[in-house]
């Protein structure tokens, strides 16, 4: 009996440890030193000689520590690269801009290189602006999230590239979203700039291997393939924890905020305010018109630098704080069902965006029909099965 006991203790304690080994597996850290920028010698003398076009922004950086770090830009040409050209996405080069606000050509005040913009009205570059590069790099942070521009951006750099024979070079970052897969799958008909191609909302890839996926499914114009050279990470699997270092947008402060984005941006699609012009962007919700019996956390949205006109400015705010809500794995709809039907005026709930945001007309009907959260992500299955197979052949880490 004794010894029985004894077995079963012992069972318990081995169960527990191969259950905090797991664990620690699954929250591991990914060092930024391992970030692809930071392997020089992969990719130097793909540029030695070369007239080099960049398109990146203020998360294009080498890390000389964990918390220390040189723009690449700078780093480049202190190592006598030839940059010719840096080309700026959504909130500019050095990522100050609001979102959705026209950035303009001009000239970096620290390089003195030309900065051409490709948000606006012009998103993809020019033939003229290819005219003297011979390699393009592309070295941007990403979050993982289908309405996140930057792999926007990524479409139309690689189409131009194609199209004028010029080879980009890649460089990987890790995706903080990568450790999950899920979302509606977009519909061609709703095709824009925060939605191009048919992923689900959440699609799990680092840029470098959504880069292999846009080339291997011919989703750029035509058909044509852009010749792609690419530096993986180091050491590096998806499930892994990365906190950004730098904030990829003036909207996304930490973590927190990276995390609950794929799902509180649906927000940005209705008259719910999602943190913008408080310190507390995308961990947060709130608008005057929910019921202040059920959502007890109050806020006042201010202009602020990078939410000039932030929706429901200086108007008081009932809604939720999720700032110490734990991580998801998940997309949560929950949040935006509880606001559609505790709102005031459900008639003016969804705006014009919101059908861009979610890829489909389905999810505002469902919505409205009163759907519950199962129900409508049963719908979605079928699709992200299918979606999860079609990546395998793009897939440059171990999941």
């Known amino acids: ?46 540029l030695q000689d070369k007239k080099v076009g960049v398109v990146g922004n203020q998360t294009s950086v080498i890390f000389t520590s964990e918390l220390e770090y040189v723009h690449l830009v700078d780093s480049l040409l202190n190592r006598k690269i030839n940059i010719k050209k840096v080309f700026a996405p959504e909130h500019g080069f050095r990522g100050t801009a609001d979102a959705g606000e026209l950035i303009k050509d001009g000239i970096d005040s620290k390089t003195g290189i030309p ?43 690689m189409e131009a590239c194609a199209e004028q024979g010029i080879p980009l070079l890649v460089l990987d970052r890790p995706n903080p979203n990568g450790h999950y897969i899920d979302g509606p799958v977009l519909e061609d008909e709703f095709k824009s700039f925060v939605g191009m191609h048919p992923v689900p909302v959440v699609h799990g890839l680092t840029i470098a291997e959504y880069a292999q996926m846009i080339n291997g499914e011919h989703w750029l114009n035509n058909g044509i393939s852009c010749e792609l050279k690419i530096v993986e990470l180091a050491e590096y699997s998806p499930s892994m924890a990365y906190d950004l270092p730098i904030k990829p947008s003036p909207n996304l402060p930490n973590a927190k905020s990276i995390n609950l984005y794929p799902s509180l941006c649906f927000f940005e699609g209705t008259n719910v305010n999602a943190g913008r012009g408080t310190s507390m962007q995308f961990q947060v919700f709130g608008s005057p018109f929910l019921d202040p019996l059920v959502f007890d956390f109050e806020y006042v949205p201010e202009s602020a630098p990078g939410a000039k006109y932030p929706k429901h400015e200086n108007e008081l705010c009932f809604g939720r704080n999720l700032q110490n809500h734990s991580d998801l794995d998940y997309l949560n709809l929950e949040w935006l069902l509880q606001a559609y039907h505790h709102t005031q005026d459900q008639a003016s709930f969804f705006n014009g965006f919101f059908n861009k945001l979610a890829g489909n007309a389905s999810l505002q009907e469902q919505i409205q029909q009163g759907k519950t959260a199962g129900e409508i992500r049963a719908g979605w299955q079928t699709d992200l099965e299918a979606y999860k197979v079609k990546i395998q052949p793009y897939l440059m880490y171990e999941r």
């Not at 004894?6 to 030193?33: D, P, R």
């Open 1 to 46: 009996m004794v010894l029985k006991r004894f077995k079963n203790t012992v069972y318990f304690i081995l169960l527990a440890c191969i259950s905090c080994t797991a664990q620690e597996s699954k929250t591991k850290a990914f060092s930024s030193l391992g970030v692809a920028a930071n392997r020089t010698e992969a990719y130097l003398d793909l």
């Open 115 to 157: 900065v051409i913009s490709l948000y606006g009205s012009q998103k993809k570059p020019n033939p003229e602006h290819l005219d003297d590069i011979d390699i393009m790099v592309f070295d941007i942070q990403d979050v993982g999230a289908r309405f996140y521009t930057y792999i926007s951006t990524l479409h139309y750099i």
